[in-house]
């Protein structure tokens, strides 16, 4: 079965960084895509970044462009989503999710995933 466990979230102040981990398991191949979602307080979740696991591609929402890189290391089956620059709206739960072997939308498409993890915390103070 597979599982998605992320990490690395606490509260940090404006304009630091921070890098959430998710690790996953239980995979017999690896899947097609990956990628990180959150969720503020009162608001619907959002789509922050994915990648297609085989050909590395990478995609972020506009407002996190130039700021969070996502990426991931096929060792150690663990996406990571590195943040820069940032802000109170960054102030989230943030959660990781995987698809199957097959990307069926697209990276940036809710319904490509299959897999969530249960979320970790990102609080920005200013």
């Known amino acids: 079965q597979v599982q998605l466990v992320e990490t690395g979230g606490t509260s940090v102040q404006a304009d630091g960084s921070l890098r959430l981990s998710c690790l996953a398991s239980?995979?017999?191949?690896?899947?097609?895509?990956m990628g990180w979602f959150r969720q503020a307080p009162g608001k619907e979740r959002e789509w922050v970044a994915g990648t297609y696991i085989r050909g590395g591609a990478t995609y972020y929402t506009n407002s996190v462009k130039g700021r969070f890189t996502i990426s991931h290391d096929n060792a150690k089956n663990t996406l990571f989503l590195q943040m820069t620059s940032l802000k109170a709206e960054d102030t989230a739960m943030y959660y990781c999710?995987?698809?199957?072997?097959?990307?069926?939308?697209?990276?940036?498409?809710?319904?490509?995933?299959?897999?969530w993890g249960q979320g970790t915390q990102v609080t920005i103070s200013s």
């Open positions: 239980g995979y017999t191949t690896s899947p097609g895509c």
């Open positions: 999710a995987a698809s199957g072997a097959v990307c069926s939308y697209s990276a940036s498409s809710a319904r490509s995933y299959t897999y």
